[in-house]
């Protein structure tokens, strides 16, 4: 799992070995250990080189061993042997160095990397801090501001970026480890003393007390309730305040009260949950590793509004050839300057220059005849899109692939108006479309796997974590949604305010409770879908439409012109039209109360559990109908959905794993109850694979797939 050899006469080259990211294992561990007692020992070798297999330094703990028993020598004696090592050692860094690979480079005495490569210290995202002396050593070398930045984010760094902050010795787009061999041997015999990271005082702000206090400030702010971000900067100021030593112990407790939290086992279920979606599934058998995607280098999206530029931006940000088609002249002129505009911020954002003229402007369809793939993002309305996907089908290419940016509407019978239903495939972004991470690629029984596959692909190529899913109404994001959001209008109805139900939400996580939300994306957007839904009777308060419970109050605020912060007024008042700062609004107080009375409601109070339960029970539950229909093949996959589109809390896992870990039995019993109290509600009757589930004894979440497969009966 490491191999010692020697090259160039006197170096002593450790390579990890361990596919694909050579991370550290038990066996791993143990290779260092092993090889690096050798290389101090043997008098031939003068200096050592620390390197990984196959262009990887290394991808860090093996995260695969956390949820087992931990076996194996333990990191931090392994660096600090390293680091006391009377040799010098030299990280060569290829590919990535991180997390516990980074604080292996830390440890060594001198490091050389390749510009490319990935470096670091990502354990926050895993629910973790960096546990093998990163929260120590780092702050150490580049100081704390910079230090509690990439520990707290976790984000990664070019080799290039890794220089200018000091993280490296020596940056080289020649071969790496050759270029580290041979700066071992430059450096034989030269004191090491200045080179142990663990001897340097800690570079502080001048008052440390008001500088950490802002940053716990503001980390607790943006962490929603991540215990992991807070425990990072406390392990920071530990370094600026503490001996190595000492604050090497207050690393090592505040990794104890992470490592076994609910939120690391969330956390780290979402890492491999995501790479579980890549590995798609449908139900006709079509699979990623047996599906080829087709070569996209050209796209066209037709429609230039919020999503159709988004889209467009994504597109050429990814490197492809954009067609952009918008009927209108002087709209298309005004998705140009914004297009050019929002690239260009982004650009900058990313630190990556733009390749000019990748995307063409064209009034006219026919500008896509020669395109390899089109995306249409024109309104919700299906009579528009049965037409555009007709004249596409017969001036398209024969195989173009045919995509829908629709967020609900029937992906089969957008297929069905075409020459090749097998090409058509829905590709639904979220707003803002160049920046949100997720992508639904919808398939119908027709699509072919190739036109799967090329979706999904080019979803990757954005940048996007792309989740197959079936075809139903609302699909999997949208659908699920429904009764979170009715559950929210059903408790104000039953006596809570939208402030109540937000501030529940909140802190539970998201970022944006239901009411807040839906003032920042409309409330006249929801209003449209139910309008073609039939639900919507002007003027009426009937609580019972369709059969089953319905809640007209959020079309009553539409019928009143309060759309949400475009119109300065919704769920709640703001100063302006556009304004973003929420206000509790007095008119709504009233509003609400009339409303009940006339309805012969008795306002009750609603705690947070209750909120908690019935809006989130609710969304999980139609998540298990949506599993029950194979619309989703696994729980990983409406996780990730809702984690990278909708806010929910990445420190909860997703709705489904959350379910799991309050228990399912749980879940069950409080839908029952509260079908019971409000039998008018059909979404809080509990689904039968939820009833499956738990007279299944509540398998681990890994295990619900093999259950869903199960042949059942449907009494
Ligand atoms: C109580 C004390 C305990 C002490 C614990 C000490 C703590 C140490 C802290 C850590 O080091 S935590 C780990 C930190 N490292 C990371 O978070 C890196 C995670 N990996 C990545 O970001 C990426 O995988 C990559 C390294 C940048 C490579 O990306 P790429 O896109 O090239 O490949 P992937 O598809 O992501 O990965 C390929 C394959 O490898 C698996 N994998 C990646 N990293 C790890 C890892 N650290 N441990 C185990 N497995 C890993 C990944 O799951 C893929 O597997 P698959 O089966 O092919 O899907």
């Not at 005004?334 to 260009?344: D, Y």
């Not at 139900?501 to 409330?523: H, K, Q, Y």
């Not at 959020?554 to 302006?576: A, P, V």
Request: with cysteine; hydrophobic share 40%.
């Amino acid at each position: 799992m490491a191999a010692l050899t020697r090259v160039s006469g006197s170096v002593g080259l450790i390579s990890l070995l361990n596919p694909p990211v050579n991370a550290l294992s038990a066996a791993v561990r143990q290779g260092i250990v092993d090889t690096v007692r050798r290389a101090v020992s043997d008098p031939q070798v003068k200096s050592v080189v620390i390197c990984g297999q196959n262009g990887v330094f290394c991808g860090g703990a093996d995260i695969k061993e956390f949820g087992g028993h931990m076996s194996g020598p333990p990191l931090v004696p392994i660096f600090n042997t390293i680091e006391a090592a009377d040799k010098p050692v030299v990280a060569a860094i290829e590919g990535s160095a991180l997390g516990g690979g980074l604080e292996l480079a830390l440890a060594c005495h001198y490091r050389i990397t390749q510009s490319k490569a990935r470096l670091g210290l990502p354990e926050v995202s895993l629910g973790l801090l960096p546990a093998a002396g990163g929260t120590q050593r780092l702050p150490r070398l580049i100081g704390v501001p910079a230090a509690l930045d990439l520990i707290t984010t976790g984000r990664h760094l070019t080799g290039a970026e890794a220089l200018k902050l000091g993280i490296v010795d020596q940056v080289t787009d020649q071969n790496t480890v050759e270029a580290a061999v041979k700066f071992a041997l430059s450096i034989v015999g030269q004191s090491l003393e200045s080179r142990r990271i663990s001897t340097l005082p800690c570079p502080c702000p001048a008052d440390i007390d008001a500088f950490f206090e802002g940053v716990m400030q503001r980390v607790k702010k943006s962490a929603h309730g991540a215990i992991a971000p807070v425990a990072c900067v406390q392990a920071v100021q530990a370094a600026a305040t503490l001996p190595f030593t000492q604050g090497m112990q207050r690393e090592q407790e505040l990794m104890a009260t992470l490592f076994g939290s609910g939120q690391a086992r969330a956390l780290q279920y979402c890492f491999f949950s995501q790479r579980v979606v890549s590995k798609w599934s449908s139900p006709s058998g079509s699979r990623w590793d047996t599906s080829k995607p087709k070569p996209v280098t050209k796209v066209g999206v037709i429609g230039l509004g919020t999503m159709g530029r988004g889209i467009t931006v994504a597109l050429a940000l990814a490197g492809l050839s954009v067609v952009a088609v918008e009927t209108q002249q002087q709209q298309m002129m005004a998705a140009q300057h914004a297009v050019s505009g929002m690239l260009e911020r982004t650009a900058r954002r990313r630190g990556v220059s733009l390749v000019g003229d990748q995307i063409r402007y064209s009034v006219e369809l026919e500008a896509v005849a020669d395109v390899e793939l089109v995306i249409e993002a024109v309104f919700e309305d299906m009579a528009l899109k049965e037409k555009l996907f007709k004249q596409l089908s017969t001036l398209c290419k024969a195989d173009t692939l045919l995509c829908s940016n629709t967020s609900s509407l029937d992906i089969d019978h957008l297929a069905s108006q075409t020459h090749s239903p097998q090409l058509v495939v829905g590709m639904h972004f979220f707003a803002p479309a160049h920046v949100m991470k997720l992508l639904e690629v919808v398939y119908g029984p027709r699509s072919a796997p190739q036109a799967v596959a090329t979706a999904m692909e080019l979803g990757k190529r954005m940048g996007k974590v792309s989740v197959a899913v079936g075809n139903c109404s609302g699909f999997v994001g949208n659908r699920m949604l429904m009764p979170y959001v009715e559950e929210a209008s059903f408790l104000v109805e039953e006596g809570a305010s939208p402030e109540i139900v937000d501030r529940a939400l909140e802190e539970f996580g998201f970022p944006m409770g239901v009411f807040r939300m839906s003032d920042l994306s409309g409330l006249d957007v929801g209003w449209k879908v139910r309008k073609a839904r039939g639900l919507v009777e002007p003027g009426q308060m009937s609580r019972v439409r369709q059969g089953r419970r319905y809640s007209p109050l959020g079309d009553l605020l539409c019928e009143q012109g309060r759309f949400g912060q475009k119109t300065g007024r919704g769920w709640y008042l703001y100063d302006s039209a556009g304004s973003r700062e929420a206000q509790p609004d007095p008119w709504l107080q009233s509003f609400l109360e009339e409303y009940r009375a006339r309805q012969g409601l008795v306002s009750r109070r609603i705690d947070s559990q209750e909120v908690l339960e019935r809006c989130l029970y609710a969304l999980i539950n139609e998540g298990f109908n949506i599993l029950q229909e194979g619309i989703a093949a696994g729980p990983e996959d409406i996780d990730m959905i809702y984690v990278f589109g909708y806010g929910f809390p990445r420190h909860r896992g997703g709705p489904m794993f959350y379910a799991s870990q309050v228990g399912l039995a749980q879940v069950l019993q409080r839908l029952e109850h509260y079908q019971q109290l409000h039998p008018d509600i059909p979404h809080l009757r509990p689904s039968s694979l939820l009833r499956r589930l738990v007279s299944s004894g509540s398998p681990r979440i890994q295990r619900w797939r093999e259950i869903i497969r199960m042949p059942h009966s449907s009494l």
